[in-house]
C-alpha cells in the first residue's frame, strides 16, 4: 500500500495526517506551540517551533504506524493565511512571524489604499486591504523596524517556511497567495502594479504554483531526519481555507462548508470570479487548478469559545481532567440545558477585531442582555449563539449576491464535532448539516492534493468524490428556526450601534 501525507500548520500546532490511496485516515499526530503576544491586537509566532513541531509529528506517525517511509509517495501543505516570515540574505528568520490574528496595521492598510487606490487595489486583489493580510505586515516592518526591514531577502507564509525547510525551494500557491493584498486573483499571478507601487520587490517573493503542482522534493539531510525518501515530492497544497475545501469536498458549485477552528469560516466553491461590490466576503483562487471561492472569516470563532474556556470554566476543566474527557464536551452539555436565545443574552463574538462582514480591527466582544438571572450555562451558550449567527452573517451575503448554495452545509473543525453545536448551525442556517467520515479537513484536503500532483489520482474533483463520504446528518428544524431568528434580528443591529464607541474605545 502507498500512503500520502497532510501538514497542517495551524495557530496552536502543526497537525500531520497520514492516509492510504483509498482515502482512509491512518494516523493523525499534532504537536503545539505558543502564540505570542507582546501587546493587546498583536500576535505572533517563532517560525521554528512550526518546524521543530513538523519534524517531531511526521516522525511520530511514522513511528506510530511502523510504515516505511519509502511508501510515502507525496506530502502536501496547508496552513494558516497570511502571515508574514522574514528571511535574510543566509535565510535564516530575522524578526517574529506575524501572524493572521494580529491587528497592528491599520495605518498600513489606510497607507496602501492611499498609494494604489482603494478601488485599484479592490479591482487587482478582489479584496479590501485588511490588517490581517500581508502587505501592510510588510509596510509595518519597513516603517518601524528599518534596519531589520534592511536585511529582508526573502518574505514567506507560514506553510511555505515549512516547504523552504523541507525542500529549500521558495514557493507558493494561488490561494495562499491570494490573502496577500498583493496578488492578482484574476489572472493569478503576483500584481506588478501593487508591488512597484508600494515599493515590495517581486524578488522578495516565492514563485507561485496552482494547489497541485509539485514544488520540489524532500532535502537529503531531511529525509534522513524524518525518515522520508529523497525523492519525496512535495506539492504547492493551499491556505487552511482552500485546502480544507477540497478536504470537505467544496468543489463544485453549490457546495459549502461551515468550519469552526480558532477562526470561522463559511466556504463556497466558485467556477469563476465572482466577487462582493461592497467588499464583505474574500474572493481567492481555490487550490482546484482554475477555480476560486469565497469565504466569510470571523477571526474570533472556536477562539472565543477557547478564551471562555480559559477565562471563566476552570470548574469544567477540573471535571474534565478527571473524567478525562475534552473540557467543550461539559461546557456543551451545560448549554443544552438553556433554551434558545440564552433568555435574552447575545454575545458578539470579535474578542480581535473582525473581518467579514465588517473588516474592523477596533470591533470587540460584547455581552449584550445580561442580567442576574443568567448563569454560566447562559453564557456558554450565548456565546455558541453568537458565534452561529456570526458565520449566518457571511450565508446571508451569499444569498444576497445569488450564489449557487446547495440544500446542505458540509460541517467541521472543532464545532462541527458537537452532534449539539451541528444541530444549532442547522437551526440557525435554515439548511440540514451534514459531517463527513473524515473530519480533518485542511490536512486531510493537503494530502488528497498531493495524490492528484504525484498522478495518483486524476483530479480533484473525481478524488473527491472517492474519497470523502458522508456520515452523520442534522435536520433544520422549522420550529426551532423560527426561535433562533428572533435573536438574530437583535443580533446583526448590535455592531452598528456600537461601531462608533468601539473606535472611540480604542483611544484610550
Sequence with gaps: MEYLIGIDIGTTGVKTVLIDIKGKLKETHTVEYPLITPKPGWAEQNPDDWWNATLKSIRAILKKTDIDGQKIKGIGLTGQMHGAV??????????????????????????????????????????????????????????????????????????????????GEFATDVSDASGTSLFDVKNRKWSEE?????NIPEEFLPKVYEGTEITGYIKKEVAKLMGLSEKTPVVAGGGDQAAGGVGNGIVEEGSVSITIGTSGVVFAHSEKVI?????????????????????????????S??????????????EAKKKKIDPYEIMTEKAKNIPVGSEGLIFLPYLTGE????????????????SLKHTKAHIIRSVMEGITFGLRDSVEIMKEMNLPIGEKFIASGGGGKSDFWCQMMADIFGK???RLTCQEGAPFGAAILSGVGTGIFKDVKSACKELIKEKDLFKFNKEEGKKYEKFYRIYKQLYYSLKDLFREMQKF
Design 305 to 318: 469559545f477557547r478564551w471562555l474556556r480559559d477565562t471563566l470554566c476552570e470548574e469544567e476543566k477540573k
Design 432 to 434: 440540514n448539516v451534514v
Design 355 to 370: 473581518r467579514c462582514p465588517y473588516p474592523d480591527p477596533y470591533a470587540r466582544g460584547v455581552f449584550f442582555g445580561l
Design 275 to 303: 466577487v462582493d461590490p461592497k467588499g464583505r466576503l474574500h474572493t481567492f483562487c481555490h487550490a482546484v487548478p482554475g477555480k476560486w471561492h469565497l469565504m466569510g472569516v470571523m477571526l474570533s470563532a472556536g477562539g
Design 86 to 167: 522574514f528571511l535574510d540574505e543566509k535565510y535564516n528568520v530575522i524578526h517574529p512571524a506575524i501572524l493572521w490574528c494580529d491587528q497592528r496595521t491599520a495605518k498600513e492598510c489606510e497607507e496602501i489604499n492611499e498609494i494604489v487606490g482603494k478601488d485599484k487595489i479592490f479591482e487587482i486583489t478582489c479584496n479590501p486591504v485588511l490588517t490581517g493580510f500581508q502587505a501592510p505586515k510588510i509596510l509595518w516592518l519597513r516603517k518601524n523596524k528599518p534596519e531589520i526591514y534592511k536585511k529582508v531577502k526573502k518574505i514567506l507564509l507560514p506553510k511555505d517556511y515549512i516547504r523552504f525547510c523541507l525542500t
Design 194 to 198: 501593487i508591488l512597484e507601487k508600494i
